[in-house]
């Protein structure tokens, strides 16, 4: 069974950080495009970002890019998102999912729970 489980998220001022964390457990995150995407009430789902491992791409997401850094840690089995700047628009539910990088995009079969993040002006 699949699972993955996001934490870090919370309330943070404008300009501030946050690090989200996700734990995957079912598939190794070195063998599978994993990323995060946001939905806020009222808008379209979002994808923040993207990281394929074995295709050595990083894909963000266009209202993020130079503001976050995805990341993995193999051991741990594990894909972090650094958040920087952080602007009111930002809040979301972010949720972490892993799939298949395909034709330039990620394309996602397992999502976690998500985590709220609130960035306050």
């Known amino acids: 069974e699949v699972q993955l489980v996001e934490s870090g998220g919370g309330l943070v001022q404008a300009g501030g950080s946050l690090r989200l964390s996700c734990a995957v457990s079912?598939?190794?995150?070195?063998?599978?495009?994993i990323g995060w995407f946001r939905h806020a009430p009222g808008k379209e789902r979002e994808g923040v970002s993207c990281i394929s491992s074995s295709d050595g791409v990083i894909d963000d997401g266009d209202s993020v890019k130079g503001r976050v850094t995805i990341s993995t840690n193999n051991v741990k089995n594990t894909v972090y998102l650094q958040m920087n700047s952080l602007k009111p628009e930002d809040t979301a539910v972010y949720y972490c999912?892993?799939?298949?990088?395909?034709?330039?995009?990620?394309?996602?079969?397992?999502w976690g729970q998500g985590t709220q993040v609130t960035v306050s002006s």
């Open positions: 999912a892993a799939g298949i990088y395909v034709d330039g995009r990620c394309w996602y079969e397992y």
């Open positions: 079912g598939l190794s995150v070195a063998d599978r495009a």
